[in-house]
Every structure is written in C-alpha cells, then in structure tokens.
C-alpha cells in the first residue's frame, strides 16, 4: 500500500474564504483502493498550515487502512508519505493573489497613517504607536513620517524633563537615540535618591524597568549611569521574571537574553508578534498589517536570505550579499583548513590578477571556487550595469583582494606556528574578520543613495566600520575558539591575549567581551547626528553588527547550527505568520 500524493493546491483557493483543496490516493498491488480530493473545512492564512493540514487527513486514512489490511491477514510494509508543497511557490507566484493581498495591505497602510498622523497632539501615545511600528516591522512604510514625528518631538523635547514616568522617559530616549538624536543621558538623573542610587520604588514598575534596560543598549563612551542602570535593570528583572504572568514574563525573558538594540530587526518582529497577540489591548488593524506584510515579504525572502536588509526594496542588495557571503565562507575554509601554503600562495596570486586564464594554474579543487567567484562577480556586474552603477564593481573587487591579502597573511603565521602579537593580529584580524569587505558589498544594489563618495567614506577606515568588525572578529573568537584548536587553526584573539598579559582564558575572554560592549559604545556613537554618511547606509553596519550578535548569542552559530538557530530561520524564511 502507498500514499502516491498529498497536495493542498493553496495557489487555486477562494480569496475570500481563503479555503484549499486537499486531494490523496492509496494504491494497492497499482490499483487505487481510497481517494479524496475536498475543500477544507478549516479556514486558512497560510498555506504551510494548509499542508499541515492535508497531511494529517492523509495519515488518518492511512492509519485506518493499514489495520484493515493487518485484519486481512496481510504483511504491510511502511506506508510512504510524499507530500506536494509546492503550493507556497504557486502562492508566491501566483499574481492575482498576491495583488490582492497587496491591495488589502495598502488599506491598511492608510488605516495606521491616519492613528499615527491623529496622535500628533499627544507625544506619549505617538511615541508608543512609533514603537509599536518598528517592533512589528511594519515602520518602513511610515519612513517620512515617523522621521518627522520625531523631528517635532525632539525639538520640543522639554516634555522628557518634566515627565516622571521611567516608561515613558526611557521609550523616548530610546526611540529619539534610535533617530540618531543627542538626546541626554541626564533625563535619568531624576530617578536616583538622595545617595546617588537607583529608587527603590522602581523596582515594582517592571515595564519601566524593561524600557530603561532596553535604552540602556543605546549607550555612547562617558555614560556611566547608562552603565549603572544596565546593571541595576537586569538584575531587577532577573530577580522577578519567574514571577511575572505572559506576555510580561515572556517579554521579559527575551529581553534579557536579546536586547532590542542588539537584535535582527525581521527576527525580533517575529518574537514580538505572538507577544503583541497575546495583548488584550492590541490595535487589529496593525496586527492585521503586520501579518500580511510580514508574509508578503517572506514570500520574497524564500528566494533570498536576509538579515542585513529585510525591506523589499533592497532585493538585489540581498541577493549580492547572500552570494558573496557564501562565496566568502569557502574561500575562508580555503586559507584556513584546505590549502597548503604553496597552494594558497599561487591561489592569492590569481585572485590578485582576477582573470579567467589564471584558473589553469591551480589545483583542481581552488580552480572551482575561482571560477565561482569570477562568475558571480560578473553577475552582479550585469545586474548593476542594468541601473548604470557597473562602475562600482571595482570596488567590490579591491575589498575581495584586500581581505584576501590579509587571509593569506593569517595563513603564513599559522603554518610558521607564529603567535602574533595582540596588536599584530588584530590588525590582520579585523580584515579577516570579512566585515569590512561585507560592509562595501552590502552596498552595492541599494541605488542612488550611494555614491563614489560612499566608497570613498568606506576605505577611509571610519570608526563605525572598525567597531563593527572588533564586534565580529572577538565575537568568533570568543565562542569558537575551543573548536577552532581543536580543528588546528590560527591563533585567535584569546590565545594573543593571553601571551600578551599572562592571564587564563577565562580572564581573556571576559577582556575581549568588555570590548566588544565598547565597540557597541562606538557604533552607537556613530549612528548620532551628524552622521558622515545618510542613515540608510550607517544601518547596513548597524545591522550587520546585529547579525554578529544573534549567531555569536550563545555558541558559534555559524559554524554550528544548533537548533536555535534553524528555529529562527524557520521563523523568517519558512513558517508564515498564522491568523
């Protein structure tokens, strides 16, 4: 007996029952001995759900099939499955669904720009709404006129000193900092005693104290009552969480294990929706918009990844990145574990010369990555020529041989069995790390928003982009370094630190911690006005640094994809958001 199919034909139902028609067929001996092909009974958003659902029909049928045959008194074999989902690529693709389910966002849109252009008069309630936005995922659609909101807030910013709400207080530092504003972290005075600590009394107000703790995450060098309040804010929810009811408790938790600030924007959506549905004061109309956005857009996504840019516009930005990190791993792998040091010499070489004709010189393994690598650069020198920006491919290029140069760099002092200086390594580290040559990449696609002089910016070696790479190398280094000694690698940061000071690895690591929570302070600092660059671009680093944070959280996720990680890229690339 065999199930032949399980198909749930998602991208055929009716838009406005949004209902699905499952169909399966038992064989026995070739010849059909059960068959259904029904609409379902349930109504559905998503068509995962749909085939979910047909799938459990069909293994009922098949459970109830198999004990009449074993009643028969025949020996039955495991009844195979093969389910069809190719419904989530017909729904993609499928425009009349699709446009209407665009329409009904674009209602939507004007729905919540009307709350949010209504509350104008009232500042805290403007602010929440703005907050409620960008948790959701939805603020790229009111990018004008949130922008302008703020403006208005900050220029008549006296209303943060004579508000005594530590919610409220802290939710407008945050968001106002997120804008890039020099907000003061003098606002926070007010809720110290007479002995220069904390008020007892805000330990019972438990959504101020997670709004304090989440602005605390925007803190610049010198703001040592940011640092204090970090470390009072945490210890205070530490100390309650257990006896919080949801979404509170839930709320609470994951912020202390992921700050806001520190977090994928796509990603954080994600945990904030269901907390927002468990609201009982939640807005319908931007839940309704964030879960058929958030589909749309995920829609997209299964062609890509994401996680520098989640906004629809910057497509082909997503897909050069997504190719060129791919490209980079194997590369990496290349220096660091494969290639003998005669080979990646003569590798380095080629890429130096960056010419098809060079590939008949390597080995036969580096002569695929070569190939590779020359053919997705000429893609996206096609794809950009499309918009007239070719030209900038040849900054790409540099950045590729830049890191290149320091990766074969890296790769002399492991095979000399050098340790480097702290100094020395990290100067070749930050290259290596690949975020400055991720950081020119990510560029490249997003428009006319850059320039030649963006480029220009970037090989400056500005400070955001340094800090951002200091958060990438030591980030790796701290939770990969035990595998990567195993493996034999070069050294990292640790054991550079711990030649340097005489100190155990327990003492470097918490060294090298301290200071990537200072190069978040750069960064930081560098996202406030006036910025070098337009905030569009400073975003690019801000959320690469992000990234770095999630996958480094708790082990080196990268390397090893434990099952938190599969489960938050389930969570954007693969489950919709259920109604």
């Keep these: 007996m065999d199930l032949k199919y399980t198909r749930c034909q998602y991208d055929h139902c009716d838009l406005d029952k949004r209902r699905s028609t499952t169909g399966y067929v038992f064989t026995m001996a070739g010849g059909p001995v059960s068959w259904r092909s029904t609409l379902q009974s349930t109504i559905t958003l998503s068509s995962t759900e749909t085939e979910y659902m047909a799938i459990t029909e069909a293994v009922k049928e098949a459970i109830w099939l198999q004990g009449l045959v074993t009643d028969l008194g025949f020996k039955q074999q495991e009844v195979i499955v093969y389910c069809d989902s190719q419904s989530a690529i017909h729904l993609a693709k499928n425009q009349v669904i699709h446009v209407s389910k665009v329409c009904e966002v674009e209602e939507l849109i004007a729905e919540v720009r009307w709350e949010l252009l209504a509350s104008a008069d009232q500042p805290s309630k403007q602010l929440n709404i703005i907050d ?26 006296g209303a943060i000193h004579d508000d005594n709400d530590l919610y409220n207080v802290s939710l407008h530092f945050r968001l106002l900092r997120q804008q890039g504003f020099r907000v003061s972290c003098d606002v926070f005075n007010k809720f110290k005693d007479e002995k220069g600590q904390f008020k007892a009394s805000l330990s019972a107000n438990i959504p101020g104290l997670l709004a304090f703790y989440e602005a605390t995450h925007l803190r610049v060098h010198g703001e040592e009552i940011l640092d ?17 009811r949801n979404p509170l408790a839930a709320q609470v938790t994951h912020a202390l294990n992921q700050s806001l600030h520190k977090g994928i924007p796509r990603l954080e959506s994600r945990v904030f929706i269901t907390l927002y549905q468990e609201d009982t004061s939640h807005n319908k109309a931007f839940l309704k918009l964030l879960i058929l956005d958030f589909n749309l857009v995920q829609s997209l996504h299964k062609q890509e990844l994401e996680a520098i840019y989640f906004e629809p516009q910057y497509s082909l930005a997503r897909k050069i990145l997504t190719k060129v990190i791919s490209m980079t791993s194997i590369i990496d792998d290349i220096y660091d574990a494969y290639g003998t040091l005669e080979e990646i010499v003569i590798f380095t070489e080629a890429i130096e010369r960056w010419d098809i004709r060079s590939m008949n010189t390597l080995p036969k393994y580096m002569q695929i990555c070569y190939k590779a690598l020359l053919d997705v650069f000429e893609e996206i020198e096609q794809e950009l020529a499309k918009q007239g920006r070719s030209y900038l491919v040849s900054h790409a290029k540099e950045a590729m ?13 492991f095979h ?12 070749v580290g930050l290259v290596t790390s690949g975020y400055p040559m991720l950081t020119i990449m990510s560029f490249l696609g997003m428009g006319e928003i850059v320039t030649e002089e963006t480029f220009v910016w970037a090989f400056s070696d500005p400070k955001i982009i340094t800090a951002s790479s200091v958060i990438g190398r030591l980030s790796d280094d701290i939770k990969s370094h035990k595998f990567e000694q195993e493996r034999g690698h070069a050294a990292s ?27 978040w302070k750069d960064v930081n600092e560098n996202c406030m006005r006036p910025t070098a660059v337009p905030m569009a671009i400073l975003m690019r680093l801000l959320n690469l640094s992000r990234a770095i944070d999630v996958i480094y959280k708790e082990e080196d996720g990268y390397t090893l994809v434990g099952k938190e990680m599969k489960a938050k890229i389930e969570s954007l690339l693969v489950y919709p958001v259920p109604i």
């Design 401 to 413: 041989k830049i890191m290149v140069r320091a990766y074969f760099d890296e790769a002399k002092s």
């Design 416 to 427: 000399a069995k050098h340790i480097p200086s702290l100094e020395e390594y990290m100067r």
């Design 132 to 157: 409620v936005l960008q948790r959701l995922g939805v603020a790229y659609h009111f990018e004008r006129h949130i922008g302008e909101a703020l403006e208005r807030i900050y220029a008549s910013s």
């Design 228 to 244: 204090e309040a970090l470390s009072f804010t945490t210890t205070q929810l530490e100390s309650v969480k257990s006896n919080l």
């Design 493 to 519: 940061a640790v054991e550079c630190y711990m030649k340097k000071y005489g100190v155990s690895e327990e003492v470097a690591y918490d060294e090298l911690r301290r200071q990537v929570s200072d190069a």
